[in-house]
């Protein structure tokens, strides 16, 4: 079953933050965030781990909630580089990196 | 040190050709996959290699076949290509030890199907 990202699109002004979220109608063992760039191949950003806590670095940083069996990105004081498509993809079982990827939040962060 | 290379960048067929896409690695890391994204979607997972000699199936297998000639290389082969074929295929390799995870994605190759 596919997760279902939101929201589908997002414009940002240098500066803003910026939530997406992914959610699954299944029980997750991980959540996985990628963000890719136009005619470019995805970029791993992190992964999140069933009983894991928050992660991330810089101003990227995202949550589990498994109860609720989703998740949030979370990116604070959004740059120009922060453009692009981000997906999440999430296992339902063990880690062994099979998984179903979200249809994409774009984002524009504009100067 | 390249990270992960995919070969051809760019193919095109006709409907009934066959081909191979190829994908190196020279991370030593044990997990390789095959993806494929139609514009505007997200990833699918054909198939996997959690490590050398042992591949499964992903989400969409049906009208592929892969080798996990070794360590470092993982194909991926189009027996008698279709349109519905058309696509951006990535290839990915994953080390996962513990809590620590990387993944990297290859440039990827772009196939059309006529």
């Known amino acids: 079953q596919q997760p279902v990202q939101s929201p589908q699109a997002v414009i940002l002004r240098e500066g803003e933050d910026a939530v997406i979220n992914c959610s699954s109608s299944k029980a997750l063992y991980s959540v996985h965030w990628y963000r890719q760039k136009h005619g470019e191949a995805p970029v791993f950003l992190m992964i999140?781990?069933?009983?894991?806590e928050q992660k991330g670095h810089e101003k990227i940083s995202a949550s589990f909630n498994e109860k609720k069996q989703q998740s949030s990105l979370y990116l604070t004081a959004s740059q120009l580089s922060y453009s692009g498509t981000y997906f999440c993809g999430t296992e339902g079982s063990s880690n062994t990196g099979k998984l179903i990827f979200g249809q994409g939040t774009t984002l524009q962060v504009k100067p | 040190n390249a990270g992960v290379t995919q070969t051809p960048k760019f193919q095109v067929l006709k409907t009934g050709q066959s081909m191979t896409l190829q994908c190196a690695q020279d991370?030593?890391?044990?997990?390789m996959y095959w993806y494929r994204q139609d514009p505007g979607m997200g990833l699918r997972l054909i198939y996997y290699s959690a490590s050398e000699g042992t591949t499964d199936k992903g989400e969409v297998p049906n009208g592929y076949n892969v080798s996990r000639l070794n360590k470092r290389e993982f194909s991926l082969r189009l027996e008698s290509a279709a349109p519905s074929q058309t696509s951006v295929y990535f290839c990915?390799?994953?080390?996962?030890?513990?809590?620590?995870?990387?993944?990297?994605f290859g440039p990827g190759t772009r196939l059309t199907v006529t």
């Open positions: 990915a390799a994953t080390r996962m030890a513990g809590s620590s995870y990387e993944q990297y």
């Open positions: 999140l781990l069933k009983g894991g």
């Open positions: 991370m030593n890391h044990n997990s």
